[in-house]
């Protein structure tokens, strides 16, 4: 495998397509690797209930916003890979202008590979409108739910029907095949044994606090007492008048 460095792999993309193709697929490109490596983390982490244990065991309600932080992150990646190619006035990078920019005859099969993957990510939309982006009132009061089903098995397909985008182009102007490798599995799964091992410290030290020793097991990070003060952190003056009340 040859490695190239970002501003190499730029150079042979424009140097492919052209300018403006060449600099849009290979951003877009990057962007399809950071919400894969996002999926892969989340995997990584969430998709046993053995890992699920593990983490709560570190910090349930740390790892619950996590898990939802990189959902969403997941969510909102799919819908601008997706979007269209301008918003207005503004241009949007996505497979849609991907394929504005190409101009090869006979691109009829990229067409199909955009609509595909614009129809794979439809339902990351409703939780970029009516959650994400925006809180809905009837979806945040349960007055109705609008969101559709976001399994894990329709964000996989959906990344993997943009990557046939990306393979589409790829054959064609670069005589290739490129392939969607995971990327975020290892250091997620280093957390994890990380995690696992510091647990089994703990239950080493409560087991010696039990008989009464104290100091086996200190931990020396005591950096982690130092910082800012959480109770100032969003502190309020209590120095302040109500507004007058309108005369009567």
Not at 55 to 83: A, K, M, P, Y
Not at 166 to 178: E, L, T, V, Y
Not at 185 to 208: H, N
Request: glycine fraction near 8%.
């Amino acid at each position: 495998m040859v490695h190239r460095s970002a501003a190499e792999a730029l150079a042979e993309d424009r140097a492919v397509l052209g300018n403006d193709y060449g600099t849009a697929f290979h951003h877009c490109c990057q962007e399809l690797w950071r919400v894969s490596s996002s999926w892969d983390r989340y995997q990584a982490l969430f998709s046993t209930q053995e890992r699920v244990d593990l983490l709560n065991h570190s910090g349930g309600n740390f790892w619950h916003s996590i898990q939802g932080i990189v959902f969403e992150d997941v969510l909102l990646g799919l819908c601008r890979l997706t979007d269209p190619a301008k918003s207005g006035r503004k241009i949007n990078l996505s497979v849609r202008k991907l394929l504005e920019l190409d101009l090869s005859k006979h691109n009829i099969r990229l067409r199909q590979r955009v609509v595909a993957s614009e129809r794979k990510a439809q339902f990351a939309r409703t939780w970029r409108d009516k959650r994400v982006a925006h809180n809905d009132f009837e979806q945040i009061t349960g007055v109705a739910n609008k969101l559709a089903p976001a399994t894990g098995r329709k964000v996989t397909n959906a990344i993997l029907s943009i990557h046939e985008v990306f393979r589409w182009i790829n054959a064609k102007h670069f005589g290739g095949d490129m392939g969607l490798i995971d990327m975020g599995d290892k250091d997620a799964i280093e957390v994890m044994s990380v995690i696992a091992d510091g647990l089994k410290f703990d239950r080493l030290r409560q087991a010696e606090y039990a008989r009464g020793n104290y100091g086996t097991y200190e931990h020396s990070f005591e950096w982690m007492g130092h910082g800012p003060d959480p109770a100032k952190r969003y502190e309020i003056t209590q120095h302040w008048k109500l507004p007058h009340s309108p005369r009567r």
